[in-house]
């Protein structure tokens, strides 16, 4: 009997298990959470590509200001992870800087992508 009541026990607590979710999906119930959430999951994405990308380079972050056009406060910024709001030109053009293209892709078709003052040289 007592061997009983530990399965109806467990049975009830794996039921329960089922039904309760984690706090990360109940905070993605709320949609101005889950908002938030994308946009920042977002940024936080670019963000630790374009780190990637700027480690693998050897270039000083004056230098690669040089070669992106962009200020070194803005490298700088991007490195330490106090850029709020990455533009996506600025992050052509480090990635450009570094070697890297950036192409958009649909069915077979693909755009690449460039800053206009990039065309002109």
Same mark, same amino acid.
């Given at each position: 009997?007592?061997?009983?009541?530990? @399965? /109806?026990?467990? *049975?009830?607590? !794996?039921? #329960?298990?089922?039904?309760? /979710?984690?706090?990360? %999906? @109940?905070?993605?119930? %709320?949609?101005? +959470?889950? #908002?938030? !959430?994308?946009?920042?999951? @977002?940024?936080? +994405?670019?963000?630790? $590509?374009?780190?990637?990308?700027?480690?693998? %380079?050897? #270039?000083? +972050? @004056?230098?690669?200001?040089?070669?992106?056009?962009?200020?070194?406060?803005?490298?700088?910024?991007?490195?330490?992870?106090? *850029?709020?709001?990455?533009?996506?030109?600025?992050?052509?053009? +480090?990635? #450009?800087?570094?070697? !890297?293209? $950036?192409?958009?892709e649909k069915n077979g078709n693909r755009i690449p992508l460039t800053m206009p003052e990039q065309n002109a040289q």
């Amino acid at each position: 009997m007592d061997d009983y009541k530990i @399965r /109806i026990q467990e *049975s009830n607590y !794996y039921e #329960k298990a089922k039904e309760s /979710i984690s706090t990360f %999906d @109940r905070w993605m119930q %709320d949609p101005e +959470v889950a #908002k938030g !959430y994308q946009a920042e999951y @977002r940024e936080f +994405v670019l963000s630790e $590509l374009l780190l990637a990308i700027m480690d693998n %380079d050897e #270039k000083s +972050v @004056r230098e690669l200001a040089k070669h992106a056009g962009i200020s070194a406060n803005t490298i700088q910024n991007i490195r330490s992870g106090h *850029s709020k709001d990455m533009k996506l030109s600025n992050f052509i053009s +480090v990635a #450009k800087a570094c070697g !890297y293209g $950036l192409v958009l892709e649909k069915n077979g078709n693909r755009i690449p992508l460039t800053m206009p003052e990039q065309n002109a040289q």
